[in-house]
C-alpha cells in the first residue's frame, strides 16, 4: 500500500467506552496507526500503552481544534446522551483542523432508514449526527453492526426481554423476529479493518476507504430473534421453557408504553422503546436483508453465537 495512501493518525473521542476501547485496541494491534485518544483535562481515564493522550476543553474551539490537527480522522464515541450541540461543536471543531474523515457518534442502525428513523426513538439523534458532518463538508461513515449483544443481553427485560437472573422472557410478539447484533469486540475488528485500507482505489482495485465514504459500513456477528437468543441461553443453563416464565407482548404497545413512561420521567420507557422498535417485522432490525453485509470484504472472523451468550450468563452467575 502506498504510505501516502493510508489512514495514519486516528483521534477517538470516548476512547475508554464500551465500545471506544475495543476501537482501540483493534487498531492498535494493526501496528498501522498512531492512536491518540482525545479527552477532557479533568478527566483521570487511563489508556492502554501505545496510545497517545491529548488533552483539550471540550468547549473551546482553538483547543479542540490544537488537538486535532495532523490527525486523518476522528472517531466520536461518546455516550448517547452527549447532547447535539457538543457532537456538532467538535465536527465543526475537526474540520476547521483539517480533518477529511470522521466517524459520527451513530452506532447500530442503519442511518438511511427513513421509516426506522421516523419513529425510532434514537432516530432523531442519528440523522442530526449525521447530518453535522454532512453539513460540515467532511466524509462520514456510520459504523452500522446494530446493538451490542452481550451487553444488550445483560441489560435483561429493558433490552432483548431477556432476565437471565430471574429467569424471566418478554417476546415482542411472538419472539421470531430476527435483528442484527455485533459483539464489541466485533466492532472492534470492523473499524481497525476499515481504516487499515487504502483511502483511495490502487492498482489493484481492491476496496478501499472512499468505497464507504457518506455511507454505513454494514456488518453484524448474528442474525437473531429472541426465540434465538433464548435456546442459547437455555444450552449453557441447562433449562427449559418450563423453568423460565415467559411472556408475550404486543411490540406496538410496549414501544407506546415506553414513550409514556419516559414522559414520567423514567428513562428506561426510552430504552424500551427504542428496543422494541427494531423487532417490528422488518422494520429495520434485519438490515443486511435490504443491505448485505461486508463482513467478508473486511476479513472479519466468524463469531458463535453460544460463545457470546455464555458472557452473559457467567456474568449474572
Same mark, same amino acid.
Given at each position: 500500500?502506498?504510505?501516502?495512501?493510508?489512514?495514519?493518525?486516528?483521534?477517538?473521542?470516548?476512547?475508554?467506552?464500551?465500545?471506544?476501547?475495543?476501537?482501540?485496541?483493534?487498531?492498535?494491534?494493526?501496528?498501522?496507526?498512531?492512536?491518540?485518544?482525545?479527552?477532557?483535562?479533568?478527566?483521570?481515564?487511563?489508556?492502554?500503552?501505545?496510545?497517545?493522550?491529548?488533552?483539550?476543553?471540550?468547549?473551546?474551539?482553538?483547543?479542540?481544534?490544537?488537538?486535532?490537527?495532523?490527525?486523518?480522522?476522528? #472517531?466520536?464515541?461518546?455516550?448517547?446522551?452527549?447532547?447535539?450541540?457538543?457532537?456538532?461543536?467538535?465536527?465543526?471543531?475537526?474540520?476547521?483542523?483539517?480533518?477529511?474523515?470522521?466517524?459520527?457518534? #451513530?452506532?447500530?442502525?442503519?442511518?438511511?432508514?427513513?421509516?426506522?428513523?421516523?419513529?425510532?426513538?434514537?432516530?432523531?439523534?442519528?440523522?442530526?449526527?449525521?447530518?453535522?458532518?454532512?453539513?460540515?463538508?467532511?466524509?462520514?461513515?456510520?459504523?452500522?453492526?446494530?446493538?451490542?449483544?452481550?451487553?444488550?443481553?445483560?441489560?435483561?427485560?429493558?433490552?432483548?426481554?431477556?432476565?437471565?437472573?430471574?429467569?424471566?422472557?418478554?417476546?415482542?410478539?411472538?419472539?421470531?423476529?430476527?435483528?442484527?447484533?455485533?459483539?464489541?469486540?466485533?466492532?472492534?475488528?470492523?473499524?481497525?479493518?476499515?481504516?487499515?485500507?487504502?483511502?483511495?482505489?490502487?492498482?489493484?482495485?481492491?476496496?478501499?476507504?472512499?468505497?464507504?465514504?457518506?455511507?454505513?459500513?454494514?456488518?453484524?456477528?448474528?442474525?437473531?430473534?429472541?426465540?434465538?437468543?433464548?435456546?442459547?441461553?437455555?444450552?449453557?443453563?441447562?433449562?427449559?421453557?418450563?423453568?423460565?416464565?415467559?411472556?408475550?407482548?404486543?411490540?406496538?404497545?410496549?414501544?407506546?408504553?415506553?414513550?409514556?413512561?419516559?414522559?414520567?420521567?423514567?428513562?428506561?420507557?426510552?430504552?424500551?422503546?427504542?428496543?422494541?422498535?427494531?423487532?417490528?417485522?422488518?422494520?429495520?432490525?434485519?438490515?443486511?436483508?435490504?443491505?448485505?453485509?461486508?463482513?467478508?470484504?473486511?476479513?472479519?472472523?466468524?463469531?458463535?453465537?453460544?460463545?457470546?451468550?455464555?458472557?452473559?450468563?457467567?456474568?449474572?452467575?
Amino acid at each position: 500500500m502506498n504510505m501516502a495512501n493510508s489512514i495514519k493518525n486516528v483521534a477517538i473521542l470516548g476512547a475508554t467506552g464500551h465500545v471506544g476501547i475495543h476501537f482501540v485496541n483493534e487498531l492498535l494491534k494493526t501496528g498501522k496507526h498512531t492512536v491518540t485518544a482525545i479527552t477532557r483535562h479533568e478527566s483521570t481515564a487511563t489508556f492502554p500503552e501505545g496510545v497517545k493522550v491529548a488533552r483539550a476543553d471540550y468547549s473551546s474551539e482553538d483547543s479542540l481544534v490544537s488537538v486535532l490537527k495532523g490527525h486523518d480522522i476522528v #472517531v466520536i464515541t461518546l455516550p448517547s446522551t452527549t447532547g447535539p450541540e457538543l457532537h456538532e461543536f467538535i465536527v465543526k471543531s475537526a474540520v476547521k483542523a483539517g480533518i477529511s474523515w470522521i466517524v459520527p457518534n #451513530v452506532y447500530g442502525s442503519d442511518p438511511n432508514n427513513d421509516s426506522l428513523n421516523e419513529d425510532w426513538a434514537f432516530g432523531p439523534t442519528t440523522r442530526a449526527n449525521v447530518k453535522h458532518v454532512v453539513d460540515s463538508g467532511a466524509n462520514w461513515i456510520v459504523m452500522t453492526g446494530g446493538y451490542w449483544y452481550t451487553w444488550s443481553l445483560l441489560a435483561g427485560e429493558l433490552a432483548y426481554g431477556i432476565d437471565i437472573k430471574n429467569k424471566k422472557a418478554v417476546f415482542f410478539d411472538d419472539g421470531t423476529v430476527k435483528l442484527n447484533t455485533s459483539t464489541f469486540s466485533l466492532y472492534g475488528k470492523a473499524l481497525a479493518a476499515l481504516l487499515s485500507l487504502p483511502v483511495t482505489k490502487e492498482a489493484d482495485g481492491k476496496s478501499a476507504l472512499e468505497d464507504w465514504k457518506n455511507k454505513p459500513l454494514f456488518f453484524s456477528s448474528f442474525l437473531v430473534s429472541q426465540r434465538d437468543m433464548l435456546d442459547s441461553v437455555h444450552r449453557f443453563m441447562g433449562t427449559t421453557d418450563n423453568d423460565w416464565t415467559i411472556e408475550h407482548v404486543d411490540s406496538k404497545k410496549r414501544v407506546a408504553e415506553g414513550w409514556e413512561t419516559l414522559k414520567q420521567g423514567d428513562r428506561r420507557g426510552f430504552v424500551r422503546a427504542m428496543y422494541t422498535r427494531t423487532f417490528y417485522p422488518n422494520g429495520g432490525g434485519d438490515y443486511q436483508s435490504a443491505n448485505g453485509l461486508q463482513n467478508d470484504i473486511l476479513g472479519l472472523p466468524e463469531e458463535d453465537l453460544d460463545t457470546a451468550t455464555k458472557e452473559a450468563v457467567d456474568a449474572v452467575a
